[in-house]
């Protein structure tokens, strides 16, 4: 087992990141830690890889997670409420200067509509999402669960516990 370490700036990371996605469609990737490093305008990625030896990584096109078309698989409610929950992590993104799915991605998107989450811990509970960010983001999100009637169990996003 080997490590790789790569920084790509969170504003224009183009080559930066080409060169991450480089190495990581050429070897053979045991696993992968990601942070985000806040430095103002100099704000970064951090990303750590444990890769085997000698290992390429041999997966082609055809073996990669297919797209996915959420305006087919979500009933219509529940993708109206995730387009609106992409508006919002896109307002977020910008503001914050970060890409988008740094915030959360599409998939944690729609768990939140497919099953309605009411808390942030309910969303901190969601495969992927990390404390930090459902401490940072979930408040927001939640609150627009509830106003999009996605989230109405009969609670309200001030019944969580603060914490």
């Known amino acids: 087992m080997k490590a790789a370490f790569f920084q ?3 504003i224009d990371s183009g080559q930066w990141a080409e060169e991450l996605n480089r190495f990581l469609a050429t070897h053979r990737v045991s696993s992968m830690e990601q942070e985000l490093v806040h430095d103002g305008r100099n704000s970064r990625w951090a990303f750590s890889i ?3 030896e000698g290992a390429v990584n041999k997966a082609s096109s055809t073996s990669r997670r297919q797209q996915v078309d959420y305006r087919e698989v979500l009933p219509p409610e529940q993708f109206a409420a995730f387009a609106e929950l992409r508006n919002l992590r896109k307002r977020l993104a910008e503001r914050d200067g970060v890409p ?3 915030i959360f991605t599409n998939e944690q998107l729609a768990g939140m ?4 989450t009411t808390t942030v811990a309910e969303l901190a509970a969601l495969p992927g999402v ?3 960010r459902a401490d940072k983001y979930g408040r927001e999100f939640v609150e627009l669960l509830f106003a999009q009637g996605i989230a109405s169990k009969g609670s309200t996003p001030e019944n969580e516990p603060s914490g």
Do not use: H, T
């Not at 509509?113 to 309605?116: A, H, I, T």
């Open 130 to 132: 990390s404390a930090g």
């Open 8 to 10: 790509v700036p969170v």
């Open 113 to 116: 509509v497919r099953k309605p």
């Open 50 to 52: 444990v890769y085997e």
């Open 100 to 102: 988008a799915y740094a």
